[in-house]
């Protein structure tokens, strides 16, 4: 895509690469069968430490949720011995799931989908050339390099319902009346602070996006695009049969990255309304987070669920990834 | 910045050669418009995403008397808030402290562990390198939230939260940001020809020896790159800190900003000053290696 990969020596399964001719030649010739068994433990040496740091932080604590999740732990952290299923069931009865659910769909659904066209404008818009290029794009990375935390507080902040920017803005153009009032909590009314939040979530996602459908329009061939303007196309129908396609591999890959990283976003919601007034703001990963202080099995049961979601996504991304080879082959 | 197009060159190049005058001066004006409405419109998107970040700037030098007043500034800039925040009170100074050991210790490990595994996948075929690599892509594909009870469980049963959440915070922050470090060594060691190393050891080099030697210091921007993006990845890290650190002293500076929160004053000028310290250093780190972070994201899934 980007540079670098263009300067990746991509493994196509039929190339042999150089590699195993850098080991010396001159060995002896020691016991066939043991000189062997040493060599198929050789890359352990190499990729062990990586293979032991993934088991510790990913592979174990997945087992752990596994197990956590049909136990009986009190609020305390006592195990009590097997909850059977009961866990599970506990959640699935809790009367706030069903509003979660719904809002976590709308909170993928919308900050995915409006960060995807946004970020087409935008890559459209930086991929010209005009002077202070550089400058443009560094400073649409502040989103993407400062703590998501940290801007979740800057919005929390601004949106204050006495003297926030936000509503000294809409008061100069008479959109709010009071400060103060009702109207200008815009975080204390849950649709109104769902609807603020998708929008930070918008925000912080937009450079990422931008970036990779960047890199991907670097790939697409100007003279394509001008041959289809001399042909007579409009810009928007060049630009819709010609740069679109070509830039379908990239799009592939930033909408799925896109689905995980919002799916999983934490911090936003948690520092603006922390998922209330009860769980009005919430997504199941807020809720998620919530049980845990409590209920840690019901926690991993509803971690489960959110792991199903998450191990689809994956599956869906894998595939795309090797549809996506062989489209470039 | 060793790898970049010539995306920086002047609009004013022009590719044809001398057409007519005539047509040459309307053929100028006309593009020249249009560069004028790019850049403006592309000036304007760039303020609006530095926007927020400028706001955290004002309300860190606030005086706390106009804190709550409601006007884009105020009428003096108190810069002592940068200084007096660092006061004990606050606890600004040691949750820095404890942010600079998680991140720096995780950047340390992602180094040692992902150095060896890209430099193998990349020099060798052997069994098992497309499953590890999928392993590697999972990881990356995961993140703490979605294991974050099976992570705070782990510790917990292990006693490693007892001991101190820093190691905690250093395994977890690695774990979760090698990929990205494999991806890219991965991808800059390839670049390199096998054949500079198999020269070093006909001179006489040994295999580490060529490695240290030859391959390491051409695969610099990679490594550059690799661990900028892991210290910033946990220095902002929040999630699993919130988790796995239960006493103030222990809080890193995210978790330490959120406790203020919901408290019944927020002191949201040293709040702000604290996020500032935080993030500049993390702007310009970032820039530095904003040409090759894409790479490493998706190296993995385009491969």
């Known amino acids: 895509m980007s540079d670098i990969t263009a300067a990746e020596p991509g493994p196509p399964a039929g190339v042999p690469k150089p590699g195993p001719s850098v080991r010396p030649p001159a060995r002896g010739p020691a016991q066939p069968s043991r000189r062997r068994r040493l060599a198929a433990l050789e890359p352990l040496l190499w990729i062990g430490p990586a293979i032991a740091l993934i088991a510790v932080v990913v592979l174990w604590p997945i087992v752990t949720m596994i197990q956590t999740s049909f136990q009986n732990i009190t609020p305390l952290g006592i195990t009590i011995g097997s909850a059977g299923l009961s866990n599970f069931s506990q959640v699935f009865k809790n009367p706030n799931l069903p509003g979660i659910l719904i809002r976590t769909v709308i909170w993928v659904a919308a900050t995915v989908a409006i960060t995807m066209v946004i970020s087409l404008g935008l890559a459209q818009l930086y991929n010209q050339r005009f002077p202070g290029r550089r400058f443009a794009r560094w400073a649409i990375i502040a989103p993407w390099a400062a703590s998501v935390m940290m801007t979740a507080l800057i919005f929390r902040w601004v949106l204050q319902p006495e003297n926030g920017v936000v509503n000294v803005f809409l008061h100069q153009l008479g959109l709010v009346q009071r400060f103060n009032s009702n109207q200008a909590d815009w975080l204390g009314r849950p649709d109104s602070a769902f609807v603020w939040m998708i929008g930070v979530a918008v925000f912080v996602s937009l450079p990422f996006t931008t970036y990779v459908l960047l890199a991907g329009l670097q790939s697409v061939p100007g003279e394509l695009f001008e041959a289809a303007r001399v042909d007579g196309a409009s810009s928007w129908h060049a630009y819709r049969r010609i740069t679109l396609p070509l830039l379908r591999p990239a799009f592939l890959v930033a909408l799925v990255i896109n689905l995980m990283n919002v799916f999983n976003s934490f911090p936003i919601l948690w520092e603006m309304t922390r998922g209330g007034p009860g769980y009005e703001t919430s997504t199941t990963t807020v809720f998620m987070y919530d049980l845990k202080g409590t209920f840690v099995g019901q926690a991993a049961a509803m971690s489960i669920v959110n792991f199903t979601l998450v191990v689809v996504i994956v599956l869906v991304f894998l595939r795309l990834n090797r549809w996506n080879r062989q489209e470039a082959a | ?303």
């Open chain 2, 1 to 303: 910045m060793a790898v970049r197009t010539p995306a920086s060159r002047k609009p004013g190049t022009r590719k044809q050669a001398a057409p007519p005058p005539a047509a040459a001066r309307a053929e100028r004006r006309l593009p020249s418009l249009r560069t004028a409405i790019i850049a403006a419109a592309a000036y304007i998107v760039a303020v609006i995403f530095v926007l927020p970040y400028l706001e955290m700037l004002i309300t860190a030098v606030r005086p706390q008397r106009e804190l709550y007043e409601p006007n884009y500034l105020p009428h003096h800039f108190a810069w002592s808030n940068l200084t007096n925040m660092w006061g004990a009170a606050f606890g600004i100074t040691s949750a820095v402290r404890v942010s600079l050991e998680i991140a720096g210790g995780a950047t340390l490990l992602v180094l040692l562990v992902a150095l060896p595994a890209a430099y193998y996948t990349s020099r060798h075929r052997f069994r098992g390198r497309g499953a590890f690599l999928l392993l590697v892509l999972a990881t990356q594909m995961l993140q703490p939230t979605a294991l974050i009870v099976g992570i705070y469980k782990e510790f917990l049963d292990f006693g490693l939260l007892n001991l101190n959440p820093v190691w905690s915070l250093i395994l977890v922050n690695a774990g979760f940001n090698l990929a990205f470090a494999v991806w890219i060594l991965n991808a800059y060691i390839g670049s390199i020809p096998v054949e500079l190393e198999q020269a070093a050891m006909v001179d006489g080099s040994t295999r580490l020896g060529a490695l240290f030697r030859v391959t390491l210091p051409l695969a610099m921007p990679g490594v550059v790159t690799a661990l900028i993006f892991t210290f910033i990845a946990a220095w902002n890290e929040f999630i699993s800190a919130l988790a796995l650190t239960t006493s103030t002293s222990d809080y890193p500076l995210t978790v330490r900003l959120d406790s203020f929160i919901g408290q019944y004053t927020v002191d949201w000028q040293h709040l702000f000053g604290a996020s500032v310290v935080a993030t500049i250093p993390v702007f310009i780190l970032f820039a530095l290696i904003e040409g090759r972070v894409v790479g490493g994201l998706t190296a993995g899934s385009v491969k």
